[in-house]
């Protein structure tokens, strides 16, 4: 019989062991082995059965078990010691307290919101569907490690996302387990009263959108998640927070408008409840959250008295925007009459007329539809600092936005990039830790601080044969993981245990085993190892340099097409032929990703480039000694060297993409062929393979300071985060007297603007045929149309042109500088530039706009040419 209520109860814990409460309930002990080993050592087996829960496995402990543990003195001082040390982990300083204390009268952040629609915390809080969550994780985690003073926010899936299987035909199931919050280490904000928080949202035809607020502890990092599963709300108001990316346009509306909108008020109550320092920055992870600048508009529009545009510039110098997508196809799209009906009449913001909020959404620029509300498009316009997450995804996302900056070109689109890194103690196996901990004396390895560069550069001095033998051991580890996942899986399909015999001999620790887990869209080519069946079984099976490949994958529950991929990639692993050689593993989550990473020799990526923004999982898999076999996009086409992996060349220009797919697939059975197998096999008379060897550890030893998330969110920091908060201030000091001048000199330059000219140029200096070291002599006569001559800047743009015309690339600025002003509005400019550089040059005379609020020339859209 089925329960009419279900909930969890938590234990009364003796007082001398009352800290495991604590100890519980923040998320560190995932990614810190010592408290994990003091959770596990209450019950090895029971630890196990729970899936390293701490929470889980204390509710699972009788009352005699607990007083059993309290009357044990051993036990007890070793609970104290955990609770030390995670005192001192909370309070000490760490990087960012030193590093802002360096920064003197100039000023750091006290608090940085950031917001995601998911986060990949751990295996025990499943509130995330793929990389941005796990990216989301890594950053709290990492943020946490160095004392960056961020605090999330983020929404509560009863369901989370969805927990994958697979029928006998190999077709994705999925099943939404009911989360009780009781039962994870999450606590409920509440009143002094003892009653729950309650943020209220209004939605059309009079109904309201409540909301309670649960906070996870990451480390020193308080995460504020919003839960609408609550009393006083009907029954679509309930489920609005029930999935992962569930439900319809206007469902997914409603999320946003909480994560956003919500989400700020969940701060202001975090500050109101605790005394928490109110954010100076806040940060969108991806366009999810843009609704949370309609929230900060609102206020300072009614509690500062400014205007909407005053407000939104104060807004947008202390917003930060991190785009993750590649293409269009990837982005948030509303249609228009949703964003008019939840937004206008009775339901405005006040201080936020709807014509001013559509147009903050609105694709102008061609190609763009009139009738959406962009996400991305919003994220942008409110921030006035926006990254990609990877060099080559910075020249993707300036190119894919370039529309909003007319006139300007695209590499001097104010997107920047700053690349995605991973949360080293999250996913290096513990194995790893122990090699290293076995040699930190003789190689110069600090193993509290393997987060550090010159520990990752020391690996690459640890013995071989051990870094073989390690290697081993995590191969073993992940063989004897799949074996039972995959019994586990074809129990679920129907088959009976008797004959499964054949799953306890699947994969085999000797040979060279290949990675590819990630989401299941098409771009990723889950299936492009199957070009060729025939070629790829005889990889598989080759009786001297045998393959082994290991899969996972969630596809989306709406994409049919990424449910067939996984089905015909199943329908391949099903073959008796070879099912002993390649297996699909379901419900690719962190549990899984902690024995696969490791446990794979290489790590294989081919999705269609550019359409990988970074990936993250090869860099998790290099850090536990992996090489990367992958097409040169995200972060692998910065940091490929020619010997941390391979580079899967890719078929540019060719536009069929059938052929496209073939070209690409034969180089990789190719690689792997020729050069993968062969030196991965390849060994000595001691039975080691140097030169794979080689690889391997200058892969750990470079690529390790560099994949780091520690070294990510200190660039947050230093190049966003700090700025931000300083041109925020800026704004806000004085009654908020910045916000309001640069509004007033943004509606004043707009106005005038297209009258602004650039009247004439002079140059002089040159000789018939140019050297280097000569010095062009620019005047520049431009109409500014009733601006002051500090209102603009005069800049000389050069660079190189091609033969074929008269483009200018590698372009840099020089400014003028004001000489004099005439009648009618008519200035001259002049300056020298010195020719530095042979080969085809040229220059133009543009004007862009000057303000001290503003962060780039390209910041208003505004330039006037030559």
Not at 29 to 48: G, K, V
Not at 442 to 468: C, F, G, H, Q, Y
Not at 765 to 786: C, F, Q, R
Not at 813 to 827: A, D, M, V
Request: aromatic letters at 8%; one cysteine or more; proline letters at 6%.
């Amino acid at each position: 019989m089925k329960a009419i209520r279900r909930f969890s109860v938590r234990p009364v814990l003796p007082a001398r062991i009352a800290p495991l409460g604590d100890l519980a309930m923040n998320l560190r002990w995932s990614w810190h082995p010592p408290l994990r080993d003091l959770f596990e050592s209450i019950n090895p087996e029971r630890w196990a059965s729970v899936g390293a829960d701490p929470v889980a496995l204390l509710s699972a402990t009788t009352v005699e078990e607990l007083d059993a543990l309290a009357a044990d003195d051993a036990f007890v001082a070793r609970v104290e010691e955990a609770k030390q040390g995670l005192d001192r982990y909370l309070s000490d300083d760490r990087w960012y307290q030193q590093w802002s204390a360096e920064q003197g009268d100039a000023g750091a952040p006290s608090a940085i919101a950031y917001f995601s629609p998911e986060y990949g915390i751990a295996a025990a809080l499943p509130q995330y569907s793929g990389g941005l969550g796990i990216l989301a994780g890594d950053h709290l985690k990492s943020a946490s490690d160095i004392g960056v003073p961020i605090v999330g926010v983020g929404l509560f899936y009863k369901t989370g996302y969805f927990r994958q299987s697979f029928n006998r035909d190999g077709w994705q199931q999925e099943d939404y387990p009911v989360l009780d919050p009781d039962g994870l280490p999450l606590s409920l904000l509440r009143e002094e009263d003892g009653t729950p928080c309650t943020i209220v949202l209004h939605l059309p035809g009079g109904r309201e959108l409540r909301a309670q607020v649960w906070r996870a502890q990451v480390g020193r990092v308080p995460l504020l998640l919003l839960d609408s599963d609550v009393t006083g709300n009907d029954d679509a108001a309930r489920a609005v927070t029930e999935r992962l990316y569930g439900g319809g346009g206007e469902q997914r509306l409603q999320q946003e408008m909480l994560l956003g909108i919500g989400g700020v008020r969940a701060l202001r109550l975090w500050s109101r409840l605790t005394g928490a320092p109110t954010p100076d920055v806040y940060h969108s992870n991806e366009g999810h959250a843009g609704f949370l600048a309609v929230e900060r508009i609102s206020e300072l529009v009614t509690s500062a008295g400014l205007s909407f545009d005053e407000a939104l510039e104060a807004v947008r110098a202390a917003t930060v925007f991190t785009t993750h997508t590649p293409v269009p196809a990837g982005i948030d799209r509303f249609e228009r009459r949703l964003i008019e009906i939840y937004f206008g009449g009775d339901l405005a913001p006040a201080g936020v007329p709807l014509d001013r909020l559509l147009a903050l959404g609105a694709e102008t620029y061609d190609g763009g539809d009139a009738s959406v509300f962009n996400m991305a498009v919003l994220g942008l316009r409110i921030a006035q600092r926006a990254n990609g997450v990877s060099k080559l995804h910075g020249v993707v996302s300036r190119d894919m936005f370039d529309g909003l900056w007319p006139g300007f070109d695209a590499d001097e689109v104010p997107i920047t990039s700053i690349t995605n890194g991973v949360h080293g103690p999250t996913w290096v196996d513990r194995k790893v830790y122990e090699l290293a901990d076995r040699h930190s004396d003789t190689v110069n390895i600090d193993t509290t601080v393997l987060d550090s560069t010159d520990s990752w550069k020391a690996m690459a001095d640890l013995p071989r044969d051990e870094v073989w033998a390690t290697k081993r051991e995590l191969r073993e580890q992940l063989v004897q993981e799949a074996r039972a996942r995959m019994r586990a899986s074809w129990i679920k399909r129907g088959a009976s245990s008797a004959e499964l015999g054949w799953t306890d001999q699947i994969l085999d620790p000797d040979i060279l085993t290949i990675g590819f887990a990630r989401r299941v869209p098409t771009y990723k080519r889950l299936t492009l190892m199957l070009r060729d069946p025939a070629r790829l079984k005889k990889l598989l099976l080759d009786p001297e340099r045998p393959i082994q490949i290991v899969i996972a994958g969630k596809s989306h529950p709406a994409d049919e097409t990424g449910k067939q991929l996984i089905q015909q990639m199943i329908k391949f692993t099903d073959d008796p032929e070879v099912r002993h050689r390649i297996a699909f593993l379901p419900n690719y989550d962190i549990a899984m990703a902690q024995h696969l990473y490791p446990g794979c020799d290489v790590w294989l990526n081919n999705p269609l480039r550019p359409f990988e923004a970074s990936g993250t999982s090869g860099m998790k898999a290099a850090l536990n000694g992996a090489l990367n076999l992958s097409i040169l996009d995200g972060w692998w086409d910065e940091w490929f060297d020619g010997n941390n992996g391979w580079a899967i060349p890719t078929a540019d220009g060719v536009e069929d993409p059938e052929r496209r797919d073939d070209i690409e697939a034969n180089a990789l059975y190719d690689l792997i062929e020729n050069q993968v197998a062969p030196r991965f096999y390849d060994v000595d008379e001691d039975k080691l393979p140097q030169n794979w060897l080689a690889m391997v550890m200058h892969t750990v030893s470079t690529l390790g300071p560099k994949v780091r998330a520690s070294r990510m969110v200190r660039e947050y920091t230093e190049r966003l985060y700090v700025p931000a908060a300083r041109s925020g201030w800026a704004m806000s000091h004085d009654d908020h007297a910045g916000a309001r001048d640069l509004a007033a000199y943004g509606t004043k330059v707009k106005a005038a603007w297209s009258k602004v000219s650039v009247d004439h140029v002079e140059s002089s200096g040159l000789g018939d045929s140019p050297e280097i070291g000569e010095t062009l002599h620019v005047n520049a006569y431009v109409s500014l149309d009733g601006l002051d001559p500090a209102d603009v800047e005069v800049q000389v743009a050069h660079g190189r042109t091609n033969h074929r015309g008269d483009e200018l690339h590698d372009v840099t600025t020089l400014p003028l500088q004001f000489e004099e002003s005439y009648e009618q509005g008519r200035h001259k400019f002049s300056g020298e530039l010195v020719l530095k550089t042979s080969g085809a040059f040229g220059y133009t005379v543009r004007i862009v706009p000057k303000h001290a609020g503003i962060a780039t020339p390209a910041s208003l859209g505004l330039v006037a040419t030559a």
